[in-house]
DNA sequence: ATTCAGGCTTTTG
DNA sequence: GCAAAAGCCTGAA
C-alpha cells in the first residue's frame, strides 16, 4: 500500500457528510447548524464502531475532524433517547473505562460484556479498542 | 454577557 | 497507577 503517511496521522477514512440545507421557514444560526453537523458526524462515527471494540470520546472527536471537541461527544451521547439504535455504550474514555456515573455505569458494562467485551478489574482490554482503518 | 457543569484529555508530580 | 491541575468547547442558567 503506498499510503503515505504524514506527522501522526493514521490511516483514518472520515465520513463525508453532506450539509443539510437550510430548513424553510426555520431560521438558524450559523453555529446551530454547525453543531447540529457534529452530531450528525457524530452519531455516523459511533454507529461504525465494530462489535466488539470501544472508541474514546477524543477518537470520535478526532475522527469527526474536531479533536478538541471530545467532550461534546459525551454531551452529544448523553442526549440519545433510550431507545437509540445508536452503539453508545461503545464509546469509553481514553483510560478506557466507563465514563458514566450512577447506574449508567452498570448498564454500559452490561451492554459491552454482552458484546463480549473483556475488562481487566475496572480497565476494558487494549485489544479491544477499535483502530479505524481505510477502506 | 458571565458563570458553571459536563459520559473528556493530557500533563505533572 | 493515581490525583490534581490546566486546557478545551458547548449548552444551559
Partial sequence: MGVKKKSSNQNIKI??????????????????????DMQQRIWQTVAMIPTGKVATYGQIASLIGFPAHSRFVGTTLRQLPKHTKLPWFRVVNSSLRI??????????????EADNITFIGERIAKAHKWEATAS
Fill in 99 to 112: 465514563s458514566l456515573r450512577g447506574g449508567g455505569e452498570k448498564l454500559q458494562r452490561h451492554l459491552l
Fill in 15 to 36: 465520513p463525508r457528510l453532506r450539509l443539510r440545507t437550510q430548513s424553510e421557514g426555520t431560521r438558524v444560526t450559523n453555529q446551530a447548524e454547525r453543531s447540529a
